[in-house]
């Protein structure tokens, strides 16, 4: 089993994994590729990423979830 780790540097950020996950793939020669995140703030998608797509994704989704008040503390390592 192949364990790809992916950091990112901003707040909302999309991050092209298709070479990684390719790259896993051949590793393992054969077989079935499942990709699994385990994180309750980042999102699996398959899109063609044209040039602007990553951004036109952020703003859609910044347009469709409405920013709310938390009361509890922001922690950034959840």
């Known amino acids: 089993m192949q364990r790809l780790k992916v950091r990112t540097t901003k707040k909302r950020q ?5 070479e990684q996950v390719q790259s896993a793939i ?4 054969e ?3 499942h990709l699994l995140i ?3 703030t980042a ?8 040039p602007g797509t990553d951004l036109d994704m952020l703003d ?3 347009e469709m979830i409405p920013k709310l008040r ?3 503390p922001h ?4």
Request: contains cysteine; glycine residues 6%.
């Open 26 to 29: 051949r590793a393992e020669g």
């Open 70 to 72: 938390y009361r509890h």
């Open 60 to 62: 859609a989704f910044a």
């Open 43 to 50: 999102a699996l998608t398959t899109a063609d990423l044209d």
């Open 38 to 40: 385990q994180h309750t």
């Open 75 to 78: 922690d950034p390592e959840h």
């Open 31 to 33: 077989g079935v590729c």
């Open 14 to 18: 999309v991050v092209d994994i298709t």
